[in-house]
């Protein structure tokens, strides 16, 4: 499931406050990446990726948890894919 705006060969439009869960599975490479327009919002996800989240480039608050972490974009962002299941936001 991606409903993300493509724009681009392996790249896709995030919006302002786009708020993403990364699920990072231990002794796996391949975590989930749930990704929502906004964190207040109560609908369905946007997107959800098999993969890991390599780096952050963007403005945005990064709050670790058991299972991995919440990154809450504060500017609008790019979300790249650099090699298979690899992602990045810049």
């Known amino acids: 499931m ?3 705006l493509e724009i681009g060969d392996r790249s896709w ?3 302002n406050h ?3 869960v990364v699920y990072e599975r231990e002794g796996s490479e391949r975590g989930l990446l ?3 327009d906004c ?3 109560q609908g369905p996800p946007k997107a959800q990726l ?3 989240l390599e780096s952050v480039e963007a ?3 990064i709050d670790p948890n058991p299972t991995g972490r919440v990154v809450s974009l504060r500017e609008a962002a790019t979300l790249e894919e650099v090699e298979s299941d ?3 936001i810049a």
Do not use: E, W
């Open 86 to 88: 690899r992602y990045r």
């Open 59 to 61: 403005d945005a608050v």
């Open 39 to 41: 964190g207040a919002t």
């Open 13 to 15: 439009r995030l919006p």
């Open 2 to 4: 991606n409903h993300l």
């Open 34 to 36: 749930t990704i929502y």
């Open 50 to 52: 098999l993969g890991t």
């Open 18 to 20: 786009a708020h993403l």
